[in-house]
């Protein structure tokens, strides 16, 4: 069996975006996807234009400034929505149109009200109708697993003949196996009569925690394009985890007998990147990319390890881009070593970029007696989350103990001079939110706040995320700081920044005690 290449479809931006509690906004959309064209992904899907404006604005923002893959707009079969994704992706390099149409009965039934026959048309005239606009057209039939294979076969078919370039088969639900979800791919390839002019991909969710697993069996059977997400991001239980997918190719490629043009330096940075930006933390033990992926607590583990790594490693960690050398830099270091260990690190700043991070560098190297990678790395992620500030921390000072309440005084520069305000609350973080609540001069609700140590140490550096929803929308903002109480205003700011950007209204702008 020759070896076969897979394209990898990212959808990140789209599918993964939904994750409950994920939030993102154009910038930040921007950010990952310049860094999932880094890691080389095939085609990333930015997201589904019709839904809102700020999606169709991310989308056109994404296709206009990224090159080299594929940038794909979803849409449900109907001229409307195959509009706005052709207009959306007006100006990029590549564009795709995915269009879809749900297939199993109990969709028909109970969510679309119509017949097979009625499917049938529907769906060859979406696919017919977004070939008016671009060459490459994707069709997915919704709830392909839970769908009658004869049927399915029907409708793949007449989208291919219609002008289908990819054809997808998506377990919508999370309900297949791998031996069926395997048989299923390879019914298709052996009774849909044209299906050599179209690519056939599957999109696999995890709710029964077979993503990757089904996602593989497909590879085996012909797949020839998957769809996933970093970190396994996505509604319920999410999608299958890029990452997973593509290290279990690159590590059993005498099994699987495929390759992707993936370069997995760029996985963990892209992991973190994602991570970041969504306020979603990757759990310790996940596979590849978990901060215990690589870690060897049993002696007998330990003892292996020196003697040989491969006693206990199939991966190196080198190989996703994680450093062995943690411990980089101080405050004696210069400028010269810093831009070298973030080069190393697989970041490239220019001169202004760099000298505002080095001062960042400078400061932290101040509080803390060493400066490790993911020290490092988090002041890069922070950088990237830079955004207009209509509030920014001065200074700030807390009275507490588990024998009085909590007091704070917050003092925040705003473009109308500095405003000093003190709060009171149950504990000394909930006291410092409380006093910003009355420099803005309105009130905000706080839906989740968690901090975390990004890495080992009395002096470690804390990274606080904090998530605000007003009228129905998250905002998500993070602080990092030795201080975890700074790093927590500091989130909590940032968060209000990005509330009132996607307001378009400056702080100067606001009425007191009025919503933004």
Not at 180 to 188: M, P, T, W
Not at 353 to 369: G, M, N, P
Request: glycine share 8%.
């Amino acid at each position: 069996m020759e070896t076969r290449s897979i394209r990898i479809f990212d959808t990140t931006l789209r599918d993964g975006e939904q994750t409950p509690g994920g939030c993102l906004d154009a910038g930040e959309k921007l950010e990952i996807a310049m860094g999932l064209a880094k890691l080389k992904v095939d085609i990333i899907e930015a997201g589904f234009p019709i839904s809102s404006p700020g999606d169709f604005a991310a989308v056109s923002d994404i296709a206009a400034k990224v090159r080299g893959p594929v940038i794909c707009g979803l849409a449900r079969a109907s001229h409307k929505d195959i509009d706005a994704a052709a207009q959306s992706l007006k100006k990029a390099e590549r564009a795709r149109i995915h269009t879809f149409l749900a297939t199993s009965d109990i969709h028909l039934e109970y969510k679309l009200k119509m017949t097979r026959a009625q499917v049938l048309d529907t769906a060859e005239e979406a696919v017919r109708y977004a070939r008016k606009f671009v060459e490459d057209v994707e069709f997915s039939a919704e709830d392909a697993s839970r769908s009658d294979w004869d049927y399915l076969c029907q409708v793949f078919t007449r989208a291919i003949a219609a002008g289908a370039t990819t054809i997808n088969i998506p377990d919508t639900v999370g309900y297949t196996t791998p031996a069926e979800f395997g048989a299923l791919i390879k019914y298709i390839r052996e009774h849909v009569a044209n299906i050599e002019q179209a690519f056939i991909s599957v999109h696999c969710h995890n709710d029964l925690g077979l993503a990757v697993a089904n996602s593989l069996s497909a590879i085996q059977n012909g797949a020839t394009q998957i769809e996933c997400t970093v970190n396994g991001l996505g509604e319920r239980a999410g999608n299958a985890a890029m990452e997973e997918l593509i290290m279990a190719l690159h590590t059993r490629p005498d099994y699987y007998k495929a390759v992707t043009n993936i370069d997995t330096t760029q996985i963990y940075r892209t992991s973190r990147l994602v991570s970041v930006l969504t306020g979603i933390n990757v759990q310790p033990n996940k596979a590849v990319v978990g901060d215990n992926a690589f870690a060897h607590e049993s002696g007998i583990h330990q003892h292996g390890m020196l003697n040989n790594p491969l006693t206990y490693e199939i991966m190196r960690p080198e190989t996703i881009g994680l450093s062995c050398n943690s411990l980089v830099l101080g405050k004696l270091s210069g400028r010269h070593a810093f831009e070298e260990r973030l080069k190393s690190l697989g970041y490239e700043l220019d001169g202004e970029k760099l000298a505002e991070l080095f001062i960042k560098f400078k400061e932290l190297a101040d509080r803390k007696k060493v400066v490790f990678d993911r020290d490092i790395e988090a002041l890069m992620s922070e950088k990237m989350m830079d955004r207009p500030e209509w509030y920014r921390l001065v200074s700030y000072n807390v009275s507490s103990g588990n024998q009085m309440v909590s007091s704070a005084t917050v003092k925040v520069e705003t473009d109308n001079g500095v405003v000093e305000e003190t709060g009171s609350g149950d504990g000394p973080v909930d006291a410092a939110f409380k006093a910003i609540e009355k420099v803005l001069g309105f009130e905000l609700c706080l839906k989740d706040f968690q901090i975390r140590a990004v890495t080992a140490g009395e002096d470690a550096l804390g990274e606080a995320t904090i998530w605000l929803e007003q009228d129905g929308r998250l905002f998500t903002g993070r602080g990092l700081s030795t201080d975890v109480i700074e790093a927590s205003v500091k989130a909590y700011i940032s968060a209000v920044n990005k509330l009132l950007a996607a307001c378009g209204r400056p702080a100067g702008e606001q009425e007191a005690g009025g919503n933004p």
